[in-house]
């Protein structure tokens, strides 16, 4: 096991998204053909004029609700959303739970078509608090390096106050959650991110498990194990000090992970080794380098690292060295598109989401964030004010302090060649509801929406206390 305190030659990362890429080149291309409205909607409001800017949206979920069978639907924040097999499921956050009726106990929830409503799939405990990740992974081989008929498995990674660290399995065929084993904290632990890769050295498919205090704990898949992951008994490398374990991704067929701080590159084999290839000493543990995606190279060939780092949207380049590049800094960004200064943005909570328009080769990423502003932008708009998340209370005369937007907005990235441009986008409703936080985007996995459709969720509580905040919305293009 390497100690990355002593050999900086590892860990951190983004999430792999090859199964968010296929479902967007199926939206993408219907969004190029196809145009559809829906009456009773709520309109995307456009900023610029991407068919993404066109959507409308109808809430599918907000926290408070009870199910179908009369289970409470708690939760303060949407942490991710998941197709698996025909069905779209969602994990839910009780932090900042200010109703002590209400138990904190993060929730599975699961949507079974368009027109039904979510149900509770599964009810944690009181030790798990809130979710790190939520990942549909597939295997091929087995551990030998064997070709297996594919499996694909949903799998749950809830914190942990205390005890045993567990990743828990749906079993597709009894709709329970069996939990295998990575370890035994005394203290709180986090998986905060999970990922696949196919090593080339052994041929081996191996899950990646990016725990606090734990490691990069790897595994293969074994049916007969308790959730069918058999893990190793050691971490593969130890995260820095006080970081997180952030994601994983693979990028020309090389794995690698991003903590707090460090972005790591691994190395196959039956003795793998890791390598740190980017540092980023400012960044901060609540945040943290998010959304380690691999894309297609600007202008050229292969993949690049892309990924959010101190508020800006950068990329290193493999083949060049590991050559640094910020496409977009998002506070100068948003404040030219807002019109109105911001001045902090948390980007890419989970990942950013790529796609290839087939024809005219055109790259689209989507990824939702949160903004803040200050004091004299919510005292110079009173309809932002309304909605704002406050950081402070207000001061003496009633002025306003600072604090988070409200809005629930995203970013929409093009690449046509070597030509980035982007274009801000938002969820508006009536309601004017506190959505703060976009987390979380996918393409519905229902075969009658035909790849037409999106769903947006999230929240962030940012240490406010909060209740029934969780909040998913549905989004379909809208008529021209």
């Known amino acids: 096991?390497?100690?990355?305190?002593?050999?900086?030659?590892?860990?951190?990362?983004?999430?792999?998204?090859?199964?968010?890429?296929?479902?967007?080149?199926?939206?993408?291309?219907?969004?190029?053909?196809?145009?559809?409205?829906?009456?009773?909607?709520?309109?995307?409001?456009r900023a610029d004029g991407s068919p993404l800017t066109h959507l409308s949206f109808q809430r599918s979920l907000q926290a408070g609700e009870r199910d179908a069978n009369g289970k409470l639907i708690a939760g303060t924040e949407i942490m991710h959303l998941v197709p698996h097999k025909g069905r779209l499921y969602a994990s839910t956050s009780l932090w900042m739970e200010k109703d002590r009726s209400v138990p904190k106990a993060c929730q599975v929830l699961v949507l079974d078509a368009p027109k039904s409503q979510w149900r509770v799939e599964h009810q944690f405990t009181t030790n798990n608090l809130r979710y790190g990740s939520l990942r549909e992974v597939t295997f091929a081989t087995d551990d030998r390096g064997h070709a297996i008929t594919p499996v694909s498995l949903l799998l749950a990674a809830p914190d942990m106050k205390r005890g045993p660290v567990e990743i828990f399995c749906r079993e597709d065929n009894t709709g329970e959650w069996s939990a295998s084993?990575?370890?035994?904290?005394?203290?709180?632990?986090?998986?905060?991110?999970?990922?696949?890769?196919?090593?080339?050295?052994?041929?081996?498919?191996?899950?990646?498990?990016?725990?606090?205090?734990?490691?990069?704990?790897?595994?293969?898949?074994?049916?007969?194990?308790?959730?069918?992951?058999?893990?190793?008994?050691?971490?593969?490398?130890?995260?820095?000090?006080?970081?997180?374990?952030?994601?994983?991704?693979?990028?020309?067929?090389?794995?690698?992970?991003?903590?707090?701080?460090?972005?790591?590159?691994?190395?196959?084999?039956?003795?793998?080794?890791?390598?740190?290839?980017?540092?980023?000493?400012?960044?901060?543990?609540?945040?943290?380098?998010?959304?380690?995606?691999?894309?297609?190279?600007?202008?050229?060939?292969?993949?690049?690292?892309?990924?959010?780092?101190?508020?800006?949207?950068?990329?290193?380049?493999?083949?060049?060295?590991?050559?640094?590049?910020?496409?977009?800094?998002?506070?100068?960004?948003?404040?030219?598109?807002?019109?109105?200064?911001?001045?902090?943005?948390?980007?890419?909570?989970?990942?950013?989401?790529?796609?290839?328009?087939?024809?005219?080769?055109?790259?689209?990423?989507?990824?939702?964030?949160e903004c803040s502003h200050p004091a004299a932008v919510f005292n110079a708009h009173p309809n932002l004010t309304a909605r704002r998340q406050m950081s402070e209370?207000?001061?003496?005369?009633?002025?306003?302090?600072?604090?988070?937007?409200?809005?629930?907005r995203y970013v929409i990235r093009h690449a046509k060649g070597a030509d980035l441009t982007f274009e801000v986008a938002e969820i508006t409703d009536p309601l004017e509801p506190q959505l703060v936080a976009t987390r979380t985007i996918v393409v519905s996995p229902f075969p009658e929406d035909h790849g037409r459709v999106l769903y947006f969720a999230g929240y962030d509580c940012n240490s406010v206390p909060s209740h029934n905040t969780a909040w998913i919305y549905r989004a379909e293009p809208r008529r021209q």
């Open 1 to 45: 096991m390497q100690n990355l305190l002593t050999r900086p030659e590892q860990l951190q990362a983004g999430s792999c998204a090859a199964t968010a890429a296929a479902g967007f080149i199926r939206i993408f291309a219907m969004l190029a053909l196809f145009s559809v409205g829906h009456a009773g909607l709520l309109a995307a409001e």
């Open 181 to 369: 084993v990575l370890g035994t904290c005394s203290a709180a632990a986090t998986t905060r991110s999970l990922g696949l890769h196919r090593d080339k050295v052994t041929g081996i498919d191996r899950i990646f498990a990016g725990n606090r205090p734990l490691g990069v704990i790897s595994g293969v898949y074994d049916p007969a194990a308790p959730g069918r992951i058999r893990w190793d008994k050691s971490a593969e490398v130890e995260a820095p000090a006080e970081e997180r374990v952030m994601g994983f991704c693979d990028c020309n067929d090389i794995l690698y992970c991003a903590t707090t701080r460090h972005i790591y590159q691994r190395t196959d084999g039956a003795v793998p080794a890791w390598k740190d290839i980017y540092f980023c000493e400012k960044e901060i543990p609540p945040i943290g380098i998010r959304g380690l995606t691999a894309v297609p190279k600007p202008g050229g060939k292969g993949e690049v690292l892309w990924f959010v780092a101190l508020r800006k949207v950068r990329r290193l380049d493999p083949v060049a060295d590991f050559k640094k590049t910020v496409e977009l800094d998002m506070p100068e960004f948003l404040t030219e598109k807002l019109g109105m200064k911001v001045t902090g943005a948390l980007s890419a909570y989970n990942e950013l989401m790529p796609y290839v328009l087939p024809g005219p080769s055109e790259a689209f990423g989507l990824f939702g964030f």
């Open 393 to 408: 209370r207000p001061r003496a005369g009633g002025a306003t302090g600072s604090g988070r937007a409200g809005n629930g």
